[in-house]
């Protein structure tokens, strides 16, 4: 079982960035797919932004497409989403993920809250 934390959310005024982070406790870090899904205030769970084991390739929803963008470092076990231009509605719960293909997560973090006013 690969535990992931989250850090990096907060409080923003809308325009602003933030960088999200995402440690993973498991040194076949590279074995996986990462991705950021979140959660908005009284909504479901949705798909935010994928990579792929080493990188090669990223895959977004069309809501943040252009805004947010998605990486990793091997190295240190760790997975990024570097969040730009950022909208009220981009106020969600923001959780990490790890699985055996971008398309197919196995597990989530505990997730972080990330406020955007306006």
């Known amino acids: 079982q690969v535990q992931l934390v989250e850090s990096g959310g907060g409080l923003v005024q809308a325009g602003g960035s933030l960088r999200l982070s995402c440690a993973a406790s498991?040194?076949?870090?590279?074995?996986?797919?990462m991705a950021w899904f979140r959660q908005p205030p009284g909504k479901g769970r949705e798909f935010e932004a994928a990579?792929?084991?080493?990188?090669?390739?990223?895959y977004y929803a069309q809501s943040v497409k252009g805004r947010f963008t998605i990486s990793r470092d091997n190295a240190k076990n760790t997975a990024y989403l570097q969040m730009n231009s950022l909208k009220p509605e981009d106020t969600a719960v923001y959780y990490c993920?790890?699985?055996?293909?971008?398309?197919?997560?196995?597990?989530w973090g505990q997730g972080t809250q990330v406020t955007v006013s306006s």
């Open positions: 993920a790890y699985g055996r293909g971008w398309q197919d997560m196995e597990g």
């Open positions: 498991t040194h076949a870090f590279s074995r996986y797919a």
């Open positions: 990579i792929v084991r080493n990188g090669g390739s990223t």
